[in-house]
């Protein structure tokens, strides 16, 4: 079983930056595919980014996109997503999320690909 812990989440100005962290466990973590969702209040849960085994493929939401980089170090168990220019439409609770199953350009931004889940790390970006 799997288990993701995040950190990172804080509150920052907007134009400011974070890292989150995405810890995995009981898992070989070379070969789970990883994601990055977030959910405001009273919104579904939306994709941010994510990326395949071995980091070979990476995919971004289109309104993250040239702000936001996910990366991985296997060596650490690892995922991490940085911020950049960070804006208020940007708060939301970020969750982690991993499959063991390979993801592709058809699948990477659906929920129901992923089977597990962190509790969330909290991001909130004042104006």
């Known amino acids: 079983q799997v288990q993701l812990v995040e950190s990172g989440g804080g509150s920052v100005q907007a134009g400011g930056s974070l890292r989150l962290s995405c810890a995995a466990s009981g898992g070989a973590f070379s070969r789970l595919s990883m994601g990055w969702f977030r959910q405001a209040p009273g919104k579904e849960r939306e994709f941010v980014a994510a990326?395949?085994?071995?980091?070979?493929?990476?995919y971004h939401a289109d309104s993250v996109k040239g702000r936001y980089t996910i990366s991985r170090d296997n060596a650490k168990n690892t995922m991490y997503l940085r911020m950049n220019s960070l804006k208020p439409e940007d708060t939301a609770l970020y969750y982690c999320a991993a499959t063991q199953r390979y993801i592709g350009p058809r699948s990477y931004s659906t929920t129901g690909v992923y089977d597990y889940w962190g509790q969330g790390t909290q991001v909130t970006v004042s104006s």
């Open positions: 990326m395949s085994w071995g980091g070979v493929d990476t």
